[in-house]
Nanobody, 124 residues
Framework: QVQLVESGGGLVQAGGSLSLACAAS????????MGWFRQAPGKEREFVAH????????FYADSVKGRFTSSGDNAKNTVYLRMNSLKPEDTAIYYC?????????????????WGQGTQVTVSS
């Protein structure tokens, strides 16, 4: 089992920045790829980014590329999502997730474990 706990959401004005954290625990979680997803009201959950524990390679959705950065701290068993130049359309509940797949796609169904989510609200 893998347990994920997110933190760091909040309210920010457009153009501002926020950082989210996802603390992971459980067996062999470093073998996993960690993903970030978001779900806005009335919309389906969508892929934001993923990062591999081993090597730290990242992949981003086009909608956030160049604005969001995911990183990991192995010592703290935590991955981060730094969000810059936030837009009102970034408003959503953000989730971190874990998968045993080395090269997952962008579907939420490829992820086995999920955090509880944290609200990010960007005001115009």
């Amino acid at each position: 089992q893998v347990q994920l706990v997110e933190s760091g959401g909040g309210l920010v004005q457009a153009g501002g920045s926020l950082s989210l954290a996802c603390a992971a625990s459980g067996r062999t979680f470093r073998a996993y790829t960690m993903g970030w997803f978001r779900q806005a009201p009335g919309k389906e959950r969508e892929f934001v980014a993923h990062i591999r524990w081993n090597g730290g390679s990242t992949f981003y959705a086009d909608s956030v590329k160049g604005r969001f950065t995911s990183s990991g701290d192995n010592a703290k068993n935590t991955v981060y999502l730094r969000m810059n130049s936030l837009k009102p359309e970034d408003t959503a509940i953000y989730y971190c997730a874990a998968t045993s797949k080395v090269a997952p796609g962008t579907s939420e169904y490829e992820y086995d474990y999920w955090g509880q989510g944290t609200q990010v609200t960007v005001s115009s």
